[in-house]
């Protein structure tokens, strides 16, 4: 069977080869031109440049001593490890992290050299204490990069000094410290002078960026809903899937933030750049985008809301709502002009003051037209009761968008007044040297760190690692004199960098990466020799061949960041080979050592990280997307709850959060944000776990359903200024039952996918648990609804009899705004909008099944297939047809008919996004599928 398997992959390669001719020579040739002249090439050329730059220290005697021999491995550390982004702000804050570890690391040393007073033992003990002291830095994450390089700068410098006495103790430490502040100053000067891009520039681009594609969205939305000449059947509505790209580019974008106080304005130095007002900014942008989302999860794939709805509740004059999309586009794409060029918003043309208060009219004209409707049902087709529902939601959205595009006037009005006035100088231009203090905190903060178990396994493991690793070159070589000299010659420093810089907190991500760089140092270790062996102590040539080798390593990791660590192996076996061994005559001993030394290094982080309390990060990704979903499916029912007692009362303002729903909001979006960074960073999550990425997104698609359904429930009553009682008198108060049983069979479906999600794979059995909550939801839903459209009939000819009474030749004498009819108009509004809302998050709900379903070692089941909207749809709709029947002629049932069946596309189908990993991140989960 091997041997088969082996003869059908050659004779595949065989014949992909036969397929490549010379015609694709030129397009490979564009290909790879493309890529040589792409900003993640220029950026290994600055990291290679300054790298060998930097080197030449090693190949002039008068500064070798001067310098350590890594020198250019610090450097490239900067731009690989401390520096996230290859922005000037970035680097510059790299190079400071750089200098402030070789400061911590040579204070450190100093103390441990003048307390171990030439004892080698003394010194073993010292150092793991201090090992242990300089990993508390590291229980920050955002620390992690510093806590690296500290314990770098430490270990090597004594690992070399195991010998010395305190008297000579400052002359063997200060080039490590000088070293460190050379290569931060290199890194920056490279940052200014080679390629320079500012994080500043970047912010302020992406930002406005994004509000003119968010314009863009909702041109389209509102081109596509209210302009009578575009073509349904030739549109692909893609807004959901550009909303979500939108909303990855502002998390990107939001990494920008803090870089700001690293790009001081020295041109400007009174002009004060807020970063906290750029957050808020870049918050108030996704939040409009999670309300153009929500609208466009409405006309995905045309299943809700179609032109005949519009034209029919609005008598076919939608010019009040086109004006309103004109002027909320325009005004967006003004404010982003204004964002780029830094001018005065405050001169823009506002939305007109009236346009609100017409807005709110043309609601109130769309409600008072469909109850006419269903009056006057003989000379038209009522629409369906979601249709209407879907229509009212859109025209409510309107609002949102003005008060979401209000929001980010004010900011950046804000950002620019900000700038005209006149700061602090000293803080303008030095706030970056908060950055010393930051180590600080994080001591001030280790009492409470400490308490967590998992923070102390962490450091035992870490310390531990460390222990078993310098008892030859700090414990033996102390004591042994033929075990120091050799230490010291040929490079026992190795061992030790493998500690620092392969152990990590999960034990997937640890083997990953020692994996990886155990590959990478042989390569880069035969490089090396070989180039001492050819061009012996030539340093033009070995710049040249070191240079060649670094650059063509270091452009794929640049597109391909996870796998960062199997460059710094290639890179770290060049410079170690070759610059640590000039002048003191190449040998095949030192690269050998390196080499063993390196895998004994891996062996022990390896061993060490998978026997005492092995920290597998899935799990802990795991426990938080339970803890996520534990508190959605609390959010939800809180939800509920509060809209049923809101429309108990009457009141003159909108639902107010209360303080736990707020912390439990922002709780969620700081876990999801946390699981978005591990999951990007630990690339052996998707590996290991494919259905993590997966649920994560699931889950972020509820909590954004959700943030509309907050929003909806804490509308103001614009209508008529206040809220009444009448949604409970003839719904709620008839559908206590029914909501109960919503939220409890909700409950059910989310404790079984989380009691699912957090066993094992090997303890996972059948999926009947999911399918039967499952399907009580089906039930649930279809009572819910059904008795929705049950009390929706009721109240229909409740108003006809209304309007007949008040007068059967004039029915546009109708008003909502009497005291008599049956319905308040901003208690409906706050009643559909959130009725929608909640359509919403039930659909995404659908999702989160198929993912639970397809968790390891689950197998389908064709049940769960009958989506939620599918269910509903064959329980219910039938009653839409029974309520036009006298009026509505048979191309009217056959038009509807033909609507509803272009909509019904299986869930199977649709859910098919998650079968690629490239389109799962491209796609949101479907919305707006219900039809009822």
């Keep these: 069977m091997n041997k088969q398997v082996l003869k059908g992959l050659l004779t595949r390669v065989c014949e992909e080869t036969r397929a490549i001719s010379w015609r694709d020579v030129p397009r490979f040739l564009i290909w790879l031109g493309k890529i040589l002249i792409s900003r993640n090439s220029l950026i290994a050329i600055r990291i290679t440049l300054v790298s060998l730059a930097i080197n030449i220290c090693v190949f002039f005697a008068v500064m070798r001593d001067r310098t350590v021999c890594y020198i250019a491995i610090m450097e490239y550390l900067i ?13 510059f804050r790299g190079g400071l992290v750089m200098a402030v570890a070789g400061l911590i690391g040579s204070v450190l040393a100093l103390v441990s050299l003048a307390m171990a007073d030439g004892s080698g033992i003394a010194l073993y003990f010292i150092m793991l204490v201090c090992c242990f002291l300089i990993a508390v830095i590291r229980l920050n994450p955002h620390l992690t990069p510093m806590g690296i390089l500290v314990n770098f700068m430490y270990g090597a410098t004594l690992i070399f000094t195991v010998k ?49 594609r968010s314009a863009d969205i909702l041109e389209r939305i509102a081109s596509f809903v209210l302009n009578a000449e575009s073509k349904k059947e030739n549109l692909s509505f893609t807004a959901v899937e550009d909303c979500y790209a939108i909303h990855t580019s502002l998390l990107y974008t939001r990494t920008f933030v803090p870089l700001i106080p690293f790009e001081p304005d020295i041109l400007h130095p009174f002009r004060e750049e807020s970063s906290i007002l750029w957050d808020t900014l870049i918050k108030d942008v996704d939040q409009l985008v999670v309300y153009i989302e929500a609208v466009a999860g409405i006309l995905r794939r045309q299943r809700v809301v179609s032109k005949g709805s519009f034209q029919m509740l609005t008598n076919g004059s939608v010019d009040t709502l086109k004006d309103y999309c004109d002027h909320l586009c325009k005004l967006l794409r003004s404010l982003a002009e204004c964002l780029k060029t830094g001018s005065d918003p405050s001169q823009l043309e506002k939305l007109p003051n009236d346009l609100r208060y017409y807005i709110n009219k043309e609601i109130a004209n769309i409600f008072e037209q469909f109850w006419t409707n269903s009056y006057s049902r003989s000379t038209r087709q009522l629409p369906s009761s979601l249709e209407s529902v879907s229509v009212i939601f859109f025209s409510y959205s309107l609002r949102t968008f003005d008060d979401g595009v209000s929001k980010i006037f004010e900011d950046i009005q804000g950002i620019y007044r900000k700038r005209q006035e006149r700061g602090n100088i000293w803080k303008n231009l030095f706030s970056w040297l908060e950055i010393i203090w930051e180590p600080v905190e994080v001591y001030k903060r280790s009492p409470q760190l400490l308490r967590d178990t998992d923070n102390l396994k962490f450091l035992f493991r870490q ?8 008892v030859p070159s700090i414990l033996v070589a102390g004591v042994s004199e033929a075990d120091y000299n050799f230490t010291q010659d040929y490079n026992a420093v190795s061992a030790y960098i493998m500690v620092i810089i392969i152990y990590m907190r999960g034990v997937e991500l640890t083997w990953y990466r020692l994996l990886f760089y155990c590959l990478t140092t042989v390569i880069s270790s035969a490089l090396a020799y070989a180039a001492t062996m050819f061009a012996g102590e030539d340093p033009y040539i070995l710049t040249l061949w070191m240079g060649l080798w670094i650059y063509a390593a270091l452009v794929p990791t640049l597109y391909f960041p996870s796998y960062i660590i199997a460059d710094l192996g290639f890179v770290f076996g060049q410079f170690f080979t070759v610059s640590c061994q000039y002048g003191n005559n190449f040998t095949f001993v030192y690269p050998a050592s390196r080499v063993v030394s390196v895998f004994a290094g891996c062996f022990v982080v390896g061993v060490v990280s998978a026997v005492f309390w092995p920290f597998e990060a899935s799990k802990d990704c795991q426990k938080t997307l339970v803890d996520i979903m ?6 939800f029912c809180d939800f509920i709850d509060h809209f049923v007692l809101c429309n108990q009362q009457a009141s003159t303002e909108g639902w107010t959060p209360t303080i736990e729903v707020a912390e439990r909001l922002n709780l969620i979006e ?19 776990h494919p259905s993590l990425p997966k649920m994560l997104q699931a889950v972020s698609s509820i909590f954004r359903r959700l943030v509309c359904m907050k929003v909806a429930l804490s509308s103001k009553p614009e209508l008529t200024g206040k809220y009444l009682t009448t949604v409970w008198n003839k719904y709620l108060s008839h559908m206590n ?4 049983l919503l939220k409890s069979s909700t409950t059910d479906v989310f404790d079984s996918i989380s009691k699912r999600l957090a066993l094992k794979s090997s303890h996972r059995g059948d999926t009947s648990e999911i399918e039967e909550s499952h399907e009580r939801l089906f039930y649930a839903y279809e009572n819910l609804f059904g008795e929705f459209r049950k009390l929706r009939i009721y109240l229909i000819e409740e108003v006809s009899n209304f309007g007949i009474r ?49 968790l390891k070692p689950g197998i389908e089941s064709p049940r769960v297939w009958n989506s939620i909207s599918q269910s509903i749809r064959n329980s219910i709709e039938p009653s839409d047809r029974a309520l036009s029947h006298q009026g509505s002629t048979s191309e009217g049932y056959d038009d509807g008919s033909v609507n509803r069946e272009e909509r019904r596309v299986s869930f199977r189908q649709d859910s098919s996004v998650f079968e690629d990993i490239r389109e799962e991140k491209k796609l949101t989960l479907e919305m707006g599928y219900y039809k009822v």
């Design 79 to 91: 731009h690989t490890v401390a520096a996230s982004h290859s922005h000037v702000g970035s680097v």
């Design 164 to 212: 010395t006495s305190p008297s000579r103790a400052w002359f063997v430490i200060y080039p490590t410290l000088l070293s460190a502040v050379w290569s931060g100053a290199a890194a920056a000067l490279a940052g200014l002078c080679i390629f320079p891009k500012l994080a500043r520039t970047q912010l302020r681009l992406n930002v406005a960026q994004n509000l003119s």
């Design 463 to 470: 310390v531990l690692s460390v222990a078993i690793i310098i």
């Design 630 to 635: 534990d508190k959605e499916k609390q959010l």
């Design 670 to 688: 700081g876990q999801l944000t946390k699981l978005r960074t591990v999951t990007n960073l630990d690339p052996s999550i998707g590996f290991t």
């Design 737 to 740: 039952e029914q909501y109960e």
């Design 806 to 854: 008040k007068s059967l030749d004039n029915l546009s004498e109708l008003t909502l705004w009497d005291n008599q009819f049956p319905l308040h108009p901003d208690d409906a509004v706050r009643h559909l909008t959130f009725l929608y809302s909640l359509f919403q998050v039930l659909d995404t709900i659908d999702n989160i099944v198929l993912v639970g379903i397809s």
